[in-house]
């Protein structure tokens, strides 16, 4: 699919006075989108910086285990990058239905203003976003082209917006590492094999280190996306008339006249699929064993989509015209899985991670955990993966510091989101729903990133 952001270089070469934040962030913009290529290769220029690292840092970075840990960390993740890619196309196919369509047009109907239609999208992705990662990710990319095909907006600033807002998920309902240091028995909850006992999820959920810097940044960050709104001769809006037939999905209203034609369209055989669906969601929920995991999400995505496409042909034109977004993830989550088998099996995250705990006191420990989280995050862009990494080190040190368990958790949880401004891998599937370029959309989303890192890193050493 054609980009919006065509043509943005001879824009933005207009000349426009701008002062200010709105000039830096013009000159940021020019320059990540002329320095930063596509995603795919940075991945491969992260493999590359890695691999060079491991053999020059890291304690086991001898060439085989650098090649071997490559190799088995790329199809070690082939599991997950599946799922994700699953829950990206069966929530796109979700959110083109005629019920959840209608929902998102009524509430982009709203603002009139591009400065408002931004601020909405900001908040609709971060509510999602805060309530489960996966929906958040695909209801900001849809919700910003709902927008997009009502006001007049820089489509590339729009989406930034909508980015910043989900990246604040490390700090909901479905933190990883909140959930994982919080199950008892888990093989990957680190606290309670140093410590002996879980952290409860309101401890994480409800500490101030967690919500001020969400409260804060909640305000701070649209009025900061206000201050680099682009001027109206820079702005590259997208397409309203693209956007609307690229989500309109055709399906033939034709009565069947064969029985293979039947069978496509038999509500009952959609129906089918949703009773056991439905029939194994109800048998965890009276076993008291219901969890929210990315299986159940998918699950739950699967059955909402059957029922409100209603019958086979139409659900599977709905996957089909959503299948474009699982591309970019399918081919570049492999990629970082394997860097993060280097980083975990070479032991170079344990020597980063170790170095930013050698300076550390009581005090400093959460603000040394948050910046070495960011550090990391740029390598393993996962939080549960990343938490593994870092917590066997953060963990300890918090023990024999006294330094509170959730302080630490919520510091790595932090860095996790930070990072996500410059850090390309979760934007790749928001930009492939939205039909927008990285360069545009990170340009504005590097100023957010020292805002956030400001704002995170000061709650860190002030409470």
């Known amino acids: 699919m054609e980009k919006v952001n065509a043509g943005a270089a001879s824009s933005m070469n207009r000349p426009v006075r701008s002062y200010g934040l709105r000039g830096f962030t013009r000159v940021c913009v020019v320059l990540v989108e002329k320095v930063m290529p596509d995603p795919f290769v940075i991945a491969v220029l992260l493999t590359l910086l890695t691999c060079v690292l491991a053999v020059a840092l890291a304690p086991h970075g001898d060439i085989g285990t650098v090649v071997t840990s490559w190799y088995d960390g790329v199809f070690k993740i082939a599991s997950f990058a599946f799922l994700v890619a699953l829950t990206l196309v069966t929530g796109h196919a979700l959110s083109t239905s005629k019920p959840v369509s209608m929902l998102l047009r009524k509430v982009a109907s709203y603002p009139t203003t591009a400065a408002g239609a931004m601020t909405l999208t900001f908040f609709v992705s971060m509510a999602s976003g805060l309530l489960n990662w996966a929906v958040g990710l695909v209801v900001s990319a849809l919700f910003a082209r709902e927008i997009a095909k009502r006001v007049r907006v820089d489509f590339a600033w729009l ?51 967690n919500f001020v810097p969400v409260i804060v940044l909640g305000v701070l960050v649209p009025l900061v996306f206000r201050m680099m709104k682009p001027h109206d001769n820079e702005t590259i809006a997208a397409d309203p008339a693209k956007l609307i037939e690229e989500d309109t999905v055709d399906v033939s209203t034709e009565r069947p006249k064969t029985f293979a034609a039947w069978l496509d369209h038999g509500w009952v055989l959609n129906l089918i699929l949703v009773v056991l669906g439905m029939g194994y969601i109800v048998m965890k929920v009276m076993a008291g064993k219901f969890t929210m995991d990315l299986n159940m999400l998918v699950m739950i995505f699967l059955i909402l989509g059957l029922v409100t496409h209603w019958t086979p042909r139409a659900y599977l034109t709905a996957i089909n015209n959503a299948a474009r977004v699982a591309g970019p993830v399918l081919l570049q989550f492999p990629i970082y899985g394997g860097i993060m088998g280097v980083m975990t099996v070479t032991g170079l995250a344990d020597e980063m991670a170790k170095w930013f705990i050698s300076f550390s006191t009581t005090h400093t420990l959460p603000f040394w955990t948050f910046v070495s989280s960011v550090l990391i995050s740029m ?66 989303t590097v100023i957010i990133f020292f805002v956030m890192l400001a704002v995170m890193g000061g709650t860190l050493l002030l409470l």
Request: glycine residues 12%; proline residues 8%; charged residues 5%.
């Open 159 to 209: 989406v930034a917006a909508a980015y910043a807002g989900w990246s604040f998920y490390p700090c909901g309902l479905s933190s990883s590492i909140a959930l994982l240091s919080a199950t008892n028995g888990s093989p990957l909850n680190i606290i309670e094999k140093v410590t002996g006992s879980v952290l409860p999820m309101r401890e994480f959920l409800l500490s101030p280190l």
């Open 379 to 444: 390598f393993v862009p996962s939080a549960g993966g990343h938490w593994i990494v870092q917590a066997p080190f953060v963990v300890p040190a918090a023990q024999h510091l006294g330094v509170s368990q959730h302080a630490v958790a919520i510091a790595v949880a932090l860095g996790e989101g930070v990072a996500d401004m410059v850090q390309p891998m979760w934007v790749i599937p928001l930009l492939a729903i939205a039909g927008v370029g990285m360069g545009r959309v990170m340009g504005f």
